[in-house]
Nanobody
Framework: QVLLVASGGGLVQAGGSLRLSCAAS????????MGWYRQAPGKQRELVARITTGGSTNYADSVKGRFTVSRDNPKNTVYLQMMSLKPEDTAVYYC???????????????WGQGTQVTVSS
């Protein structure tokens, strides 16, 4: 079992910054890809950023150049540094981690509880 706990959300003015953190806890697993999704009111959940085991990253076009995803492998933690925030970034942000059980095949996706990010104009 893997538990994801996200933190760092809050209210910020446009142009400000926030840093989200998500730590995976448990035992008997190894972490593969990690990432962040968000869901704004009335919209579908979308991929914001992801980072692979090797450190390769992908970003939604809307956040490229403003957001940076990173990871701390010894801590099984993924971060999302959000800069130059815009009102359209307002959403619930969800952490996602793909993990593999030791001595097992296949990968299971785990989701955090979500953290609210609100950007005022």
């Amino acid at each position: 079992q893997v538990l994801l706990v996200a933190s760092g959300g809050g209210l910020v003015q446009a142009g400000g910054s926030l840093r989200l953190s998500c730590a995976a806890s448990g035992s008997g697993f190894s972490v593969n890809n990690m990432g962040w999704y968000r869901q704004a009111p009335g919209k579908q959940r979308e991929l914001v950023a992801r980072i692979t085991t090797g450190g390769s990253t992908n970003y939604a076009d809307s956040v490229k150049g403003r957001f940076t995803v990173s990871r701390d492998n010894p801590k099984n933690t993924v971060y999302l540094q959000m800069m130059s925030l815009k009102p359209e970034d307002t959403a619930v942000y969800y952490c996602n981690v793909d993990a593999r059980r030791y001595l097992a095949t296949g990968v299971i996706s785990y989701w955090g509880q979500g953290t609210q990010v609100t950007v005022s104009s």
